[in-house]
């Protein structure tokens, strides 16, 4: 019997919420005219995403903050002054609608993972999740909602071990020490791999296949979250690593010949073109269909 195809978490309603994030304006429509335009969604399940419920985002977050983050959202509010115990401001600004952003991302999340639990699919994709910076209380690093975190909770009502992969330049919310494997019950579940600046394709493969052989083993996953940030591709204003989306295609490759129920999520990225381009190139290789990640310009447009 011939595979599912992959779920893709796609409404117009949805891409507009997200193209509003002023820190990645029009990232989630450029991506998905993208894949789009190379006739992807033909060989995907497109889904409709439905938005998080309070009870389903205070899963993880806390009642206050949401309850918080809806009020200052009502009222395009970014000067409250209880805003910045709860990390809103600078990076994370308080804009009108920025409550129904969140729960539009994190019920997109829920969704996907809500597919891969109901067996409709093997591989369920939210290109515009991955926001993994939010705190239980507290917005963090352009992320209002840990909708990476909803996700695995949601995995867990059928999956026991859930591996959570961070492919990000920034991954999860760790400051990236080697001694860095979890605290309290978690103690021992947490692997951090330092990298140098400047990395290239060929020895970050070796680094994630080599971590991802020994977690594999001594894991033993039931499913995967694989979060998939594109600002490690060089030209990122991140400036950091200098990747191609062929690199992180070989990582993401690794991970799905494990034939587990796989969520991807994006993250950072803001080269926009870049992301489009590199998440576009992802989505092909889930497919198993050989993009050129050297798309041009003039294709990559709203």
Not at 158 to 174: A, M, N, S, T
Not at 185 to 208: A, L, M, T
């Amino acid at each position: 019997m011939a595979a599912a195809p992959p779920v893709y978490v796609y409404s117009p309603e949805y891409v507009a919420l997200c193209d509003s994030l002023c820190k990645v304006p029009k990232r989630a429509s450029m991506v998905h005219s993208l894949i789009e335009a190379y006739s992807l969604l033909d060989q995907m399940k497109v889904v409709k995403p439905k938005v998080a419920s309070m009870e389903e985002m205070a899963s993880f977050h806390t009642d206050a903050y949401l309850q918080h983050l809806q009020k200052v959202s009502e009222e395009g509010d970014d000067d409250h002054p209880e805003s910045v115990e709860y990390g809103l401001g600078y990076d994370c600004p308080a804009t009108e609608g920025i409550f129904e952003y969140a729960a539009a991302v994190g019920g997109a999340t829920i969704t996907a993972a809500q597919c891969l639990l109901d067996g409709k699919c093997k591989v369920a994709i939210n290109w515009p999740g991955g926001w993994h910076h939010a705190k239980k209380d507290e917005a963090s690093g352009f992320c209002y909602l840990n909708d990476a975190v909803l996700g695995i909770l949601r995995l867990r009502q059928k999956f026991d071990r859930v591996l959570y992969i961070d492919l990000d330049l920034h991954h999860g919310d760790g400051t990236g020490d080697v001694t860095d494997v979890g605290l309290g019950k978690g103690r021992y579940y947490s692997v951090n791999v330092p990298i140098q600046d400047g990395i290239q394709d060929e020895k970050y493969y070796q680094i994630c296949e080599t971590v991802l052989k020994e977690v594999y083993a001594a894991f033993n996953p039931d499913a995967v979250v694989l979060q998939l940030g594109a600002d490690t591709i060089a030209g990122d204003p991140m400036c950091s690593f200098n990747m191609t989306p062929e690199g992180v295609g070989k990582c993401l490759k690794y991970v799905l010949q494990w034939q587990l129920a796989t969520l991807i999520l994006g993250g950072g990225g803001y080269n926009l073109a870049n992301t489009a381009r590199c998440w576009t190139y992802l989505t092909g290789v889930i497919l198993g269909r050989t993009l050129s990640s050297e798309i041009p310009d003039h294709e990559v447009k709203l």
